[in-house]
């Protein structure tokens, strides 16, 4: 047992003192909705809570119930979630949305077993789900709180390790007080928001110092003891931003990923990978990764005219490093494709279809299907693109940031 019963429930009643005192008026805060506590607890995972509240906001007025998020398209749940990363989270949302309709009649369960097969719902969320919404004496315990509880008790064993993480959900149960734990959980979540930082903690306002074992100790700065993970692996790639011309002047050209793995059916620049040397850019020089990514161009139906470095930019996911190094081409339409892609009657026929639609925005701005090989190995959807349809497509941080900087935005 860590800590005697007065170190306990000193904890617990100072704790809930000072939440009732200092807790911040939070959106996901003014209701008791599960559906809400669900949503803003899947946004706030490795996200800031001041990052998440307008996408919070945002989500629920185009969302506002269940059936409402199972039942809309996925491009426009992705494109709500844009700019949040970790996008599998948004998918993983409205599948479960959607799990709810069909198993619980449109209702979150006040059930663990039921809460926790729901997907994307690991045991914090179950936890912050049940606790938060329905009041349930059941531990939510992220990172947050694992802090707290290893400077507080004087924890030394490692938080990375699955059998600490199981004590520190024991313990954080045992230390509900009854009838409290929407509260107390919350709580515990704030004060290792607020207070109890990973950095510099802020132990003189702290409303449990006087028996902050970790503090007594002198060791808050050194706990909790977290083995280091792996470091995101380095990625180089070279992207493609092609002009469109004639009657694709003023467009991008953007292809969607496939429909599996990491950013799973998002929008972006056509890329390809590059040989990793350290220290500049993709590594490779500028003239043959040029060559190189105009015949990528070209096998998927592209044929394109190199016009030069634009910038480099760079984007980190959980466990990949993306350097990428962005070249700005001129499409040649119509010209003889290279590599057995699309035709350059088919070419012009695209053409064609803008100059008939006035080029509208939404006038499906896409190279037909058999437009080849993409340029990543991968059967791909292409579309030209305007600033306008930006709106309605949903593409990761990297190239929003790329293309709002080329469009101007
Ligand atoms: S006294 Fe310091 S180390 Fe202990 S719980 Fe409070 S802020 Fe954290």
Redesign the pocket.
Known sequence: MRGNRETRIFFSTELLGWYERSKRDLPWRRHRDPYYIWVSEIMLQQTRVDTVIPYFQRFIERFPTIRDLAEAPEEDVLKCWEGLGYYSRARNLQAAARQVMERHGGTVPDNKAEVSALKGVGPYTTGAILSIAFNRPEPAVDGNVM??LS??FLIEEDVAKVGTRTLMEELAAELIPEGRASDFNQALME?GAL???PKS???LI????AR?A??LEGA?ER?PVKSKAKPPRPEYRLAALVEGGGALAGRVLVRRRPDTGLLARMWELPHIPADAVPGEGAGLPDGPAMDRLAAALAAAGVPARPGGALLNAEHTFSHIHWNLRVFRFDAEIPMQAAGGGVSPAAVAETAAAYDAAGGAADSAARLPANAGPAADDTAAEYRWITREDMDNLAFPNVFLRILNGYFGS
Do not use: A, K
């Open positions: 802090r707290v400077r507080y004060l207070v109890c930082t903690p802020q132990c702290c409303p449990v110092m902050c970790g503090r808050e706990l």
